[in-house]
């Protein structure tokens, strides 16, 4: 029995935004810059960056459907590709912690430590008090 095949440019998988983006763009031969370019032009804004969709391909941020829009039409592929990987991220992002990590006491009040200074208040010593 063989594996079935990764899924291509215009198949649906279940693939995440991020690394979908990143696919579709070096298929295409397009660096980020040359991505956030042919975006500007078609969506008339002219403020996206290389660095957005550089977010938008590690995960850090996941596109409105307005910038969806225009990705699929940039990319040539469907909307809906586009949209549904969206939601995917979106719902792997609200995923709880994996356990052993940021868990609360067993009391279920997190713990709360000292601050290592309480002398200080991040006042500088040397300005006066603001008046009252």
């Known amino acids: 029995m063989t ?3 990764p899924p291509g440019p215009e198949s649906p998988g279940p693939e995440l935004l991020g690394p979908m983006l990143a696919r579709l763009r070096q298929a295409r031969g397009r660096s980020q810059q040359l991505l956030a370019a042919e975006l ?8 996206l960056s290389r660095h957005e969709v550089s977010r938008w391909e590690r ?13 699929a039409v940039v ?3 469907p909307a809906k590709l586009l949209a549904d990987a969206a939601g995917r ?12 990590r940021a868990r609360p006491r067993a009391g279920g009040t997190p713990v709360r ?10 006042r500088r010593r040397d ?4 008046p009252t």
């Open 3 to 5: 594996p079935p095949p």
């Open 40 to 47: 500007c032009a078609a969506s008339g804004v002219p403020t």
């Open 59 to 71: 995960q850090l941020r996941v596109p409105g459907a307005f910038w969806l829009g225009w990705l």
């Open 75 to 77: 990319l040539a592929v």
């Open 89 to 100: 991220s979106r719902r792997a992002r609200r995923r709880p912690p994996p356990a052993g």
């Open 113 to 122: 430590r000292p601050p290592r200074h309480p002398t200080r208040t991040g």
């Open 127 to 130: 300005r006066p008090n603001p």
